[in-house]
Every structure is written in structure tokens, then in C-alpha cells.
């Protein structure tokens, strides 16, 4: 049709042309624009072990602050990546490497898991000296996850260490256990949801199992020995849910706690067998969007942040609602217990502090209100009277709680 | 942007989400239902374009005597041409407005396929403030990528460009009009040889779910015209000189 109208006007070679950029120019400007891109500098959080800060940029560094002189003790960068081309993508560049999971410290290794598929473990003093990685005779080193037919190896979910082990959730819908001391692999688990083959969430471990929830919603239980499922028979998961699960679920008195796409809160006795959970939150309706962070649990009391804005703390035994408190952004990261106060960080930066010696009623009131002027998903931690956020905008806020107030903040991107 | 979101965005996710969910959990056949629902929506559009194109065939003997007669002076053609139209009560422009229509369909349905698909883990945290607290579309989340051995995020391969360029091409051949001005000939030849080649190329760089709506959107298209218009049209063109 277009071809007759073209006859009928005698269109000339320009107005094909003009055309072609009609057609092309959304298509190249969707797809060259921060919506149509895939990349990002990802969601590293916070991790602090003898006065020093660990987090992971988003310019793809891994970086050691003292939190008392708030100097640089070290960084290093890990090699940058191709991005995929996508769309009428602006040509294939390398970008740095997103992190994702926060790191992991023990003793003077520092482990984490990154986009590019790679876990490494570095240690603080060869990093310090800014030696060549890896320093073998320092305890270095790297593990690359293989791709294995997925699309992707990437690690994104935060690395679980426990005893003499690393446990690694991938892209690939396998987890891995690795020895922390040298990087070698100790085994492999199957394929864990092969519709999605992806695994964003951490493991947990109770005595000899590791307890892994699937995108498909399944909870499968794993030896922590063998990586197979402790399950006899067809199928082999202890738990199956008609939504898949957002996130990492965590472990208490047997009882698995998760988040689920279908904006309920899961309670599992790992103990029973049974095809039911033992409850579900909210017990009503739906909350008003997913739970994207696991809850913790302190004396048997669940606090747990929603993407629909609410902080909900929920009797773990039985799901019943103690009290919220809605924040009015989305919660996209785990509160933090500090003594007996509770830190809750919403995606617009305000730092929510509930004292939980309080009695509250079925609405909390926070005991202070303090904006750290950056958007933040990352998850963050907390000492002394302070709490270490990073946000979005690539730099490091630390926040005095009595002072009600950001008393430093640190940029961690790169000085060109 | 927010209105964007607001009105085309997030109603194409959201129905195309659920649409998954409905069908199995195939989020492939999510659109092809989508395809069928936008060509359903665009039906009176379409239909009035289907009616020009076929007057416009009958019209073909007389625009031929036309081209022939003022053949050498272009502005008169155009004006005896234009009067032609005014009195058949077509209007040239008016077969633009399916195209321009499907414009914004494919840069939400873009949009929609990268962010349901959650290539990337910002894209499925950021699915969670762009989905209506529709239960049938949260619990399709998140989606699996894989249909008929195609990587729905993943750039399309070379036998869908083929069958993209290939619908499209039959499409475009069947309402071209032939005609007996050489110069005219040779751009008619262009344009229907350059849209395939261009969307055969798009295939290659796009998210093949976005390749799999224009195949669909062309098969469609290519079925519905062959209905209204009653055959192949210019597919299989008789004679020039014999009317139709």
C-alpha cells in the first residue's frame, strides 16, 4: 500500500530515505536510551569487619574505606566486560563489570561474586601493595563460573560462607560449592529451574542442608556435602509454589521465610513435608507489591520490608501482623538490627529507625526519620552508631543514627 | 515519559504479561495473541486501507492512461492524479495511518519484552513498579524467554529475518501497483526489495520477540488482504494493459 501511495507521488530516492529514518530513529533512540539498556553498575552493598568498609562500585570495583579516617585504604578494579549489543545499540563497548553481591569478609579475605561470572577472593594487604591479582601465596583467587548452555553465568546473588566453603547461586540455575581457602570446586549441584536458568537468590544452610528457592517456586534442599538433593524420589523439592520466588529465603527453628511474586510472605517448616505452607502474610489479601528482600528474625519476631513501601514485623510462628509502618517508597533491601533498634532503608534514601523496646500498636512510629539524599537498593550495614549505605549514585553515606544525620559521605567512583 | 508509561507502556506490559500467564505461561504465544489483539484494534484502519488499495487496482488502467498521456510533465501528472483520487473518494495518505499506529506498538512492545523478560536484574526489580496488582500478571513473573527454540530477549537469527523480510516482501508486492513509467518502476522496485532487507536487518538486531510480532503482524496482514482484496493482488499481476 505504502508502494502505490509512493507511486502516486512520484516519491524520490530522499523521501525513501526519510522514511527509513522514520522508522529507524525510535527504534535507535529506544534502544541506545537508559530504557532500552540492559546495563547497569548493579547493587553491591555494604560489609564492615575491623573499622574498614567493603563495597562494590558501580564502575566495577571492589573498595576498602577506613570508616574512623574515611581514607581509601585500597581498590581494585575488576576487568570490564563487552556489553551485549542490543537493539540498534550504539556499537559493542567496554563497560565495567557490575556487582551485584555484596562482599563477604573473613579474616583478610574478602570474597565476592561478580556479573561477569567470576568469584573472587582478595586479600587485603596484596590489594593494599596493589599487587598483580591473583597473589596465590596471599590466599588469592579467582573462580569463573561456567556458562553451561545458559545464557548467562552471572552472579547475582550475595555468596553464602559457611565453614570451609563458598556456596555461589548462578545465572546458570546451578549452585556451587567452592573451597574458600583455594577456589576449587567441590561440586555442583543440577540444574535447579530450568525454565528460567537463573538462580539471583542466596542459599541458606540449617545442620547438613542447603536450602535454595527457585524462580519457579520451588524450595529444594541440597547436602551440604554433595550438592544432591536430599529428596528421594520424583519430585525433589520439599516445597512447591505457584509463583516463583523473589527472595532469598532465610532460615529460623526449621522454617524457611521467603518472598514471593505473588506479594505473599512465605512461612515453610522444612521438618513436615507437607504441600501447604504454614502460613502465608498477608493473611488477607495480597500486599501491595512483592517482597523482594528476605526478612530477618529477631526473638522469634520477623521483620520484613515490602516493594509496596511497608515495613510489616510478623510473629514468625504463627504470620500474625504485629505492627507496620509504610514508608511510601519501595523497600528493596533487608532491614538491619542494631541492638534494639531497627534500620529500615527505603528506595529514596530515608533511613527509618523503630526502637523495638517500644510498644507499638498495629501502626509503628519510627523513632527517627534521617534522608541520606541518595536513592538506594543496595543492602548496608551497621556499627557502633552508624550505618554505611550505598547509593545509587556511586557514592558511600555513612549515617549517624543518634546524630540524625550524615556525618561523611565518599564518592567512589573513579577521579578521571 | 510518565504519560508514556502511563497510556502505552505499561498497558502493553501488563496485558502481555498476563496474556502469558493465560496461555500457559508461553510468553511467545502472549504475542502472537498480542499481535492478533493490536491487528483486531486496528481493524477500521486497516479495512479502510484494504478498500483504498482496492480501488486503487481498479483504478490501475486508468492511472496507467494517465502516466502515459503526461508521462513527461510530473505536475500535471500529480494534479490529474490527485483529482482521480478526489473523485474515487480515496485518500492516498490515508494507508500511512496503519504504519505510523504500529510505531509506538513496537517501541513499548520493546520496552515490554526487555523489562517482562528481565534480562537483567534491574529490569525485574523495576517490573515490579510497572505491573498492576492484577494477580494473573504477578504470578506469571518472571517470565521464561525460550519459544520455539527462539530466544525471545535475544537477538533474532538469520531464518526469522528471513521469514520477517520474506512477509513483508509479499506483503508489500501484493498492493504495489505496477506501472509503465521506468522511473517509477525502479523506485517501486526499491521500496519493496529495501522495507524487507531493512526489517530482515532490524531482525538481526532486535529481541527476537519484537521479530515475532512483525511475522505475525505480516502473516496477518498479508491474510487479511488477500480476503478483502480478493486474491493476491499484485503478487500475481495479469498484463498490464489488461484491466482487472
Same mark, same amino acid.
Given at each position: ?38 546495563s ?39 576487568a570490564p566486560v563487552t556489553a551485549p549489543s ?5 556499537g559493542q563497548t567496554s563497560v ?20 561477569s ?115 528421594? =524420589?520424583?519430585?525433589? #523439592?520439599? &516445597?512447591?509454589? @505457584?509463583?516463583?520466588?523473589?527472595? /532469598? *529465603? $532465610?532460615?529460623?527453628? +526449621? ?63 504463627? =504470620?500474625?501482623?504485629? #505492627?507496620? &509502618?509504610?514508608? @511510601?517508597?519501595?523497600?528493596?533491601? /533487608? *532491614? $538491619?538490627?542494631?541492638? +534494639? ?76 | ?244
Amino acid at each position: 500500500m505504502a508502494t502505490t501511495l509512493f507511486t502516486s507521488y512520484k516519491m524520490k530516492k530522499a523521501k525513501i530515505l526519510l522514511l527509513i529514518v522514520i522508522v529507524l530513529l525510535p527504534l535507535t533512540l529506544v534502544s541506545c536510551s537508559p530504557w532500552g539498556s540492559q546495563s547497569a553498575g548493579g547493587w553491591a552493598g555494604t560489609a564492615i569487619h575491623d573499622g574498614i568498609i567493603y563495597v562494590g562500585t558501580r564502575d566495577g570495583r571492589v573498595v576498602a574505606i577506613n570508616s574512623s579516617t574515611e581514607n581509601l585504604e585500597w581498590a581494585y578494579s575488576i576487568a570490564p566486560v563487552t556489553a551485549p549489543s542490543s537493539g540498534l545499540s550504539c556499537g559493542q563497548t567496554s563497560v565495567p563489570t557490575a556487582i551485584y553481591s555484596t562482599p563477604v569478609v573473613d579474616s583478610d579475605i574478602v570474597y565476592i561474586g561478580t556479573y561477569s561470572g567470576q568469584v573472587l577472593a582478595l586479600n587485603m594487604l596484596a590489594r593494599s601493595q596493589n599487587l598483580t591479582f591473583p597473589q596465590q601465596r596471599y590466599g588469592e583467587w579467582e573462580w569463573n563460573c561456567p556458562i553451561d548452555n545458559a545464557k548467562s553465568n552471572a552472579i547475582v546473588a550475595d555468596l553464602l560462607l559457611s565453614g570451609d566453603n563458598i556456596y555461589v547461586s548462578s545465572s546458570n540455575g546451578r549452585v556451587y560449592s567452592l573451597d574458600k581457602e583455594f577456589g576449587d570446586l567441590n561440586w555442583e549441584s543440577k540444574v535447579l529451574d530450568e525454565k528460567h536458568r537463573k538462580l539471583w537468590t542466596s542459599p541458606v544452610i540449617q545442620g547438613n542442608t542447603l536450602y535454595v528457592s527457585t524462580y519457579d517456586g520451588h524450595v529444594y534442599a541440597l547436602s551440604v556435602e554433595t550438592g544432591v538433593s536430599i529428596v528421594n =524420589g520424583i519430585p525433589d #523439592w520439599i &516445597f512447591e509454589s @505457584e509463583a516463583g520466588f523473589a527472595s /532469598s *529465603p $532465610v532460615i529460623y527453628e +526449621n522454617t524457611i521465610f521467603l518472598g514471593s511474586f505473588d506479594r505473599y510472605l512465605y512461612a515453610v517448616n522444612v521438618t513436615i513435608g507437607s504441600d501447604e505452607p504454614m502460613w502465608k502474610f498477608p493473611q488477607e489479601k495480597p500486599a501491595g507489591n512483592w517482597f523482594w528482600t528476605p526478612p530477618i528474625i529477631n526473638e522469634g519476631i520477623l521483620y520484613a520490608g515490602c516493594l509496596d513501601g511497608t515495613v510489616y514485623a510478623i510473629e514468625a510462628k504463627t =504470620g500474625a501482623k504485629l #505492627w507496620e &509502618f509504610n514508608t @511510601e517508597d519501595p523497600i528493596g533491601t /533487608s *532491614p $538491619v538490627l542494631m541492638d +534494639n533498634l531497627l534500620i529500615v532503608i527505603n528506595e529514596s534514601g530515608t533511613v527509618y529507625v523503630f526502637d523495638l523496646s517500644a510498644e507499638f500498636g498495629g501502626e509503628a512510629a519510627p523513632l527517627q526519620t534521617i534522608s541520606s539524599g541518595a536513592d538506594v537498593r543496595s543492602a548496608f550495614c551497621a556499627q557502633g552508631s552508624l550505618v554505611y549505605i550505598r547509593g545509587e549514585d556511586n557514592w558511600i553515606y555513612a549515617v549517624d543514627i543518634d546524630a540524625g544525620r550524615v556525618i561523611w559521605n565518599l564518592n567512589l567512583a573513579v577521579e578521571e | 515519559m510518565e504519560v508514556w508509561y502511563l497510556i502505552i507502556a505499561n498497558p502493553i506490559l501488563n496485558v502481555l504479561v498476563a496474556l502469558t500467564q493465560l496461555l500457559g505461561g508461553s510468553f511467545g504465544w502472549a504475542i502472537i495473541a498480542l499481535t492478533v489483539i493490536v491487528r483486531l484494534i486496528s481493524w477500521p484502519l486497516t479495512k479502510r486501507q484494504l478498500k483504498s488499495t482496492k480501488a486503487m487496482q481498479e483504478m490501475q488502467p486508468k492511472i496507467q492512461e494517465l502516466q502515459k498521456k503526461y508521462g513527461k510533465n510530473q505536475q500535471k501528472l500529480q494534479q490529474e492524479m490527485m483529482k482521480l483520487y478526489k473523485e474515487a473518494g480515496i485518500n492516498p495518505l490515508g494507508c500511512l495511518w496503519p504504519m505510523l499506529i504500529q510505531l509506538p506498538i513496537w517501541i513499548a512492545l520493546y520496552q515490554a519484552i526487555m523489562s517482562a523478560l528481565a534480562t537483567a536484574p534491574e529490569s525485574l526489580l523495576g517490573l515490579a513498579q510497572r505491573l498492576y496488582s492484577w494477580d494473573i500478571a504477578n504470578q506469571a513473573i518472571p517470565l521464561a524467554s525460550s519459544f520455539l527454540g527462539l530466544d525471545l530477549a535475544g537477538q533474532g537469527n538469520i531464518i526469522l529475518a528471513i521469514i520477517v523480510g520474506g512477509t513483508m516482501w509479499v506483503q508489500q508486492k501484493m498492493t504495489t501497483a505496477p506501472t509503465v513509467d521506468s522511473r517509477q518502476q525502479s523506485t517501486n522496485r526499491m521500496m519493496t526489495l529495501l522495507m524487507p532487507l531493512m526489517f530482515g536487518f532490524l531482525t538481526l538486531m532486535f529481541p527476537s520477540g519484537l521479530a515475532l510480532y512483525w511475522a505475525v503482524s505480516n502473516v496477518i496482514g498479508i491474510v487479511t488482504q488477500y480476503f478483502v482484496t480478493g486474491g493476491w493482488g499484485y503478487l500475481r499481476p495479469r498484463s498490464l494493459s489488461q484491466p482487472r
